[in-house]
């Protein structure tokens, strides 16, 4: 009986191990599109001051968006050299909790977009108003959070790669001046 239960133990782990590398690849696969993408947002430009400030959101409380928060993290921390409107990135990470006030944070750390993670659902009306406010992109690894109108731009993995996925209603809901190369290179949802 107990070796049953370890080699279940050790599948377990042993298949949470591969999950977490599939998802770092595809991260490593979507940060460079994503940061080129933020170069088609107009309205971002005006607002960057020294350098292009992400915030990557996370529930600190959910493993999977806090691992999820360490692997973006860690991808955009590596594509530095990639700017955007000429500006380096820097990569800021929140916590996010029921009381904390998202735009304080947007004003004290001058952020220009936020990274949302997996297990962020219980805070979206915060991020979208602040968001809205403030209009600061909102990005994401997560399809579904684009495709559910809760955020603006992620990817999308096609037979050639990934593609951008824009949802263009979120986008009008930030006031995001988009340029129309990106329209015309995204896969946009209405």
Not at 58 to 86: C, F, M, P, T, W
Not at 171 to 187: R, T, Y
Request: charged share 20%; net charge positive; hydrophobic share 40%.
């Amino acid at each position: 009986m107990s070796k049953i239960l370890i080699i279940g133990l050790l599948a377990l782990i042993c298949a949470n191990i591969l999950i977490a590398q599939d998802y770092k690849s595809e991260v490593k696969e979507q940060v460079p599109l994503i940061l080129k993408a933020l170069n088609h947002n107009n309205s971002l430009k005006d607002k960057i001051r020294d350098k292009c400030v992400i915030a990557v959101l996370y529930n600190a409380q959910n493993s999977v968006s806090d691992n999820e928060r360490k692997v973006i993290s860690n991808e955009l921390n590596d594509h530095k050299n990639i700017k955007v409107h000429g500006k380096k990135i820097n990569v800021v990470e929140i916590p996010l909790t029921m009381d904390l006030n998202l735009e304080k944070q947007v004003i004290i750390k001058k952020i220009n977009a936020f990274w949302l993670t997996s297990g962020t659902l219980p805070y979206m009306n915060n991020i979208r108003e602040s968001a809205k406010y403030n209009q600061v992109m909102t990005i994401t690894a997560n399809q579904d959070l684009v495709t559910g109108s809760l955020a603006v731009l992620g990817t999308q993995k096609t037979d050639s790669g990934y593609k951008l996925l824009l949802n263009l209603s979120e986008a009008n809901n930030i006031n995001a001046n988009l340029n129309k190369n990106l329209l015309s290179e995204a896969i946009v949802i209405q």
